[in-house]
């Protein structure tokens, strides 16, 4: 602890005697300093023991020393310390009231006791703590990289709660929390997730002081990482700011935190052309060759029912594939899955178990992406293929690429392909090219019918709905059978092909159905 006054008043050489205040000098003393001047407090930082001998203060007027004593105590002065037997003989009373009316403590410095001695007993006590801060925070330190070596971050968890009497939990790249110390440490860590997902917005290092859930205590965010956006964070929380002490050990929790997330990534990184030397076997139709690769890194994961995601990323948003992968891994490792994430350029392919938390969490994060986004975003698309086995991997990688066509076309971040085969093929014909087909192919019927010499779209859309039954279409119509062939013979004649081709019946079906759907 830091000095008091209540511990200069104890020190045995010094002999101070308390003349007021004697409630409040528990109050720390960051220095002692001696001043002559009428108004010290430009001067004052706070925290100190001011020492005068009252050379040029009229220490007996008793409205003076109100006024005195009041500036004082707002400039945070903690104590007083009058010489006697230098201008005065004794603490004049004038001081003394005043020093009671505004709960200041006024210590009586005897002639022989110098100011110098003050300021060293002050100062040495000042480098006694500052050396058992230091020396708690290297014992800290040990204890840290002993259980971070021993126990992992759960352990380093609980090392740190202990030693700032308090609690700390670590996050993942999504925000989650990934461990607590104490256990029932968790539940308020989850609701700070809105505060680390801010704080992983800045580039790393990076850290912030929120207060606790219902304000229960006072917690410090830290960023963990060397890269540009942070894969992991740190919350501590305490009662009260963090001591010397207190900090060395948060600080030594981050490096070794930091040091374990930077491992962590060079075996990511490994992991991750692993991965994409099985997706490349997966996708050549070599499903042994890549189990043999994956061994038990992904060999669980191609036992059993996947789905391939295709994802692209805009190009002024680069980090989009980044930010899917990361939701990707962190719901499997909290749910005990395997997922296999290959970046390909500025595409994604991820791998994981059909019905499983990865898969889920990948399109709630692009529903929530969908539902942020602007029309001229140049933000993610997602494809999600059917599920799928070993075998038919290639063909589940080119249903997640066809879907994450859709999806593009249609200005959607996620289309799953399953959706695209259980609906209809109308809302596809909403593609611009395949709308200027339709109306260059449908273009002389319509200016024909423009001129009011007949009615021949009418005609050939009700021809065709009726599969080119002449007496079902023409009472569609209202008009002679003879009529209706007499028209289609016009739209054989205008187009220059026939009707009886099933290639021409199936375009000019589509067009009609391109022109009038929404």
Not at 147 to 159: C, D, I, K, S
Not at 451 to 473: E, F, K
Request: aromatic share 4%; charged share 25%; net charge negative.
């Amino acid at each position: 602890m830091p000095p008091t006054l209540a511990s200069l008043v104890h020190h045995s050489a010094l002999k101070l005697t308390v003349r007021a205040g004697e409630d409040r000098l528990d109050a720390p003393v960051r220095w002692a300093h001696a001043s002559e001047l009428a108004d010290p407090v430009p001067y004052m930082e706070g925290g100190e023991l001011l020492l005068i001998t009252a050379l040029k203060l009229d220490a007996e007027d008793r409205e003076a020393m109100r006024r005195y004593v009041r500036r004082l105590v707002g400039a945070g002065v903690v104590g007083l310390g009058f010489a006697v037997g230098v201008h005065y003989e004794d603490v004049p009373d004038a001081l003394v009231d005043a020093a009671r009316e505004e709960g200041l403590p006024l210590l009586e410095v005897p002639r022989r006791t110098p100011f110098l001695a003050i300021s060293k007993a002050v100062s040495a006590a000042i480098a006694a703590d500052q050396y058992r801060a230091v020396t708690a925070g290297f014992a800290a330190q040990r204890e840290l990289t002993r259980q971070a070596l021993t126990e992992g971050p759960e352990g380093l968890l609980a090392a740190l709660a202990a030693q700032v009497d308090g609690w700390a939990a670590l996050y993942d790249a999504s925000g989650a929390v990934v461990a607590a110390a104490p256990e029932w440490a968790g539940r308020r860590a989850a609701r700070l997730t809105p505060d680390v997902t801010r704080l992983r917005e800045r580039s790393a290092p990076a850290s912030s002081v929120v207060a606790g859930p219902e304000n229960e205590d006072r917690v410090e965010l830290h960023s963990l990482g060397t890269g540009r956006r942070p894969r992991a964070a740190l919350a501590v929380g305490t009662a009260a700011a963090l001591g010397t002490a207190e900090r060395y050990a948060v600080h030594s929790a981050i490096a070794l935190l930091t040091l374990t997330t930077e491992r962590s990534r060079s075996l990511h990184a490994a992991e991750q052309r692993i991965g994409a030397a099985v997706l490349r076997m997966l996708l050549a139709g070599e499903p042994d060759h890549a189990r043999a690769v994956a061994g038990d890194l992904y060999g669980g994961l191609l036992d059993a029912p996947f789905r391939i995601i295709v994802a692209a990323g805009g190009e002024t948003n680069g980090d989009a594939l980044g930010a899917l992968a990361e939701v990707a891994e962190s719901a499997a490792a909290r749910s005990g899955e395997v997922v296999l994430a290959v970046p390909e350029g500025n595409r994604l392919v991820i791998l994981a178990c059909d019905g499983g938390a990865a898969v889920a969490a990948c399109c709630d994060h692009a529903a929530a992406r969908e539902a942020a986004r602007k029309a001229d975003d140049d933000d993610l698309v997602v494809g999600l293929s059917a599920p799928a086995g070993p075998i038919a991997a290639s063909a589940a990688y080119k249903q997640a690429e066809q879907a994450l066509s859709v999806a593009r076309r249609r200005g959607r971040v996620l289309v799953e392909h399953e959706h695209m085969a259980a609906g209809s093929v109308l809302p596809l014909l909403a593609d611009d090219a395949v709308r200027a087909f339709a109306d260059g192919l449908l273009r002389a019927l319509r200016e024909h019918d423009a001129t009011g010499r007949g009615d021949l779209v009418a005609s050939l859309r009700a021809w065709l709905s009726r599969h080119g039954q002449w007496d079902a279409a023409a009472a569609d119509l209202g008009v002679h059978r003879h009529t209706l062939r007499y028209r289609m013979r016009r739209v054989e004649e205008i187009l220059g092909r026939s009707l009886d081709d099933p290639d021409t019946r199936m375009e000019l079906w589509l067009s009609l159905k391109a022109t009038t759907t929404e």
